[in-house]
C-alpha cells in the first residue's frame, strides 16, 4: 500500500475539528512535500519526523516521494501535534504497520529528534471536542497531556512515551481487533472537582469592617453580578477582591473542564489549573484589548477567556486603556467573545465575575479627611475628568457600585474577626442553589424573560423600581440589571417573592459614581 490515512485534530477555537492525515508514497524524485494550510511549526515537522524515524530505528523511504495532505485543506493547522501522525502514516504507507488498523484511534504529539513524545497544547479541547462527536475513536496522547485529556470522561485516553512504543503496539496488534493494544495503558483520569484545601484561600475573617462592602460580596458572588469597589487607597478593596473566588460555590463538572481546556489553550499565558479551582485574573492597567479579549494569529483566548467560571479582577480601572475596557461591554452581556480575523474566526466563552477597583479621584483622599486627616486637592474638573475614564456604557453594565469608605485606626485595630469566608460562601451556595431549581442559572445571566419570569414583584417593589428608574434617570440596562440584583437579595433571604426592602437594598447599589 503507497497510501495510508491517519487521523488527528486542529484547534478551532476551543473546539477541535477532525483532521485526516494523508500519506502518499510514489516512484519518482525524491522529495517531501506537506500541503493542507499548514503553518511553519507544521511544515518544519518534515524535519522532526525523518530524524525521530531514524533514531527510533525505522526507515525512512528516502528513495520515494513524499506526499502529506492535512484535510480539509481549508483548515489552518499549528503546532508540532501533527509530528506523531505524519510519521505513523509513512510507516503506515511503507507497509511497516497495519494501515487498517489505525482507523481506530485519532494521534496527536510532537516528536523530538530522538523519538520522544512531547506534549501538545489544547489536550482537554481535543477531548472535549472527540466526546461531543460521540467518542468512536480512542485518543492516543504523550504522557503529560494524555493525563490532561483523561478528566474528560466518556473518552478512552492512551498514553505514550515516544514513537517506538505507540509502532511497537500497532505491529502486534491484529487488524480488527477491537481492543486498545496493551503497550498503550489507559491514562488516568484526574478527578472533574477538587475542593480547595482549608486555609489555602485568603479568607475575609481578615478584612476589618466594611460591613457593607462585604455584603455587596457575598450578592456578587450569589448572584454573579459584575462590582465596583471605590475608595480611597488602603481601605480595603484589593484585599475584598482577593477573597471573592473563596465564596463562590463550587464549579460544575463540565464548567470545570471547559475553564481548564482555556487554560490548556494559552500560550504562556496562564498557569496550569487545579481540577475545579475558580481561575482568578488580575492583569495588569498597562494591557490591551487583545490581551483582554483575546486576539493573535491564530486567535488565542484573552484574560476574559481564561477567567471563564471564575474572577476577573481589574485594579485600577481608570489606568487601563480606553479601548480595552470598551471592548468588556459585549463580553458582559453575552457571556462569549468572538474573535474575526481575515480569513479566521474563533469563538471563546467568556462568562466571568467582574469585580474592578479604583480610587475616588487622581489623588485618591476624596472623601477620606474624616478618618485619615488627609485632604483631597482635587478641582471638581479634575475629579471629573478621572472618573470619566470609565465610560457610562460600561458602568451601566456594573450590578454594584460599591463604596469602600476610609477607616479610623479603631477599626482597624479592632481584635474581632471579620465572619470567615466559610459562613458567608455556604449562604451563597443556598442561594445559588434557589436560582438553579427555578431557572438552571444565576441571576445575573439572566435574560429579560427569564427574569420575568422569576420576579414575583410585589405591587409595592413594583411601583418603587419604577419611581426610583425615573428618578435616577436609569437606563432600560440599568432598571433590568436592578432587578436581578434584588432578586438575588430575595434569594438570599430566602424569600419566593421579590419585596420592597429587596429592591430598596438593589436600588442603593445604583447609585452614580462620585455621589
Known sequence: ????????????????????VEVHLANGLPGFALVGLADTEVKESRER?????????????????VTVSLAPADLPKESGRFDLPIALGILAASELIDAARLDAFEFAGELSLAGELRPVRGALALALAARREGAARSLVLPLESAQEAARVPGVDVRAARDLPQVVRALQRAKAGDAGTP??????????????CVPGAAPDLRDVRGQAGARRALEIAAAGSHPLLLVGPPGTGKSMLAQRLA???????????L????????ARNGAEPLAPGRHPVRAPHHTASAVALVGGGSPPLPGEISLAHGGVLFLDELPEFPRTALEALREPLETGRVTLSRAGRQAHYPARFLLVAAMNPCPCGWLGAFAATGRACRCTPDAVARYQGRVSGPLLDRIDLLVEVPAQGPEALL????????????ARVAT???????????????????SLAASMALEPQARHFAQAAAQRLGWSGRALHRTLKVARTVADL??????CLAHVAEAAQWRRALGS
Open 431 to 449: 442561594a445559588r442553589e434557589r436560582m438553579q431549581t427555578r431557572q438552571g442559572a444565576p441571576n445575573g445571566a439572566l435574560e429579560a424573560a
Open 49 to 65: 519526523v525523518r530524524a525521530a524515524l531514524a533514531e527510533s530505528g525505522f526507515a525512512f523511504p528516502h528513495n520515494r516521494r
Open 493 to 498: 433571604a430566602g424569600s419566593d417573592a421579590v
Open 414 to 425: 479592632a481584635t474581632t474577626p471579620g465572619e470567615p469566608s466559610a459562613q458567608v460562601a
Open 1 to 20: 500500500m503507497t497510501l495510508a490515512v491517519v487521523r488527528s485534530r486542529a484547534l478551532d477555537g476551543l473546539s477541535a475539528r477532525e483532521v485526516r
Open 246 to 256: 473563596g465564596i463562590l460555590p463550587p464549579m460544575a463538572a463540565q464548567e470545570a
Open 182 to 195: 496493551p503497550e498503550l495503558p489507559r491514562a488516568q483520569a484526574a478527578p472533574a472537582y477538587q475542593a
Open 258 to 265: 471547559e475553564s481548564a481546556a482555556l487554560q490548556g489553550l
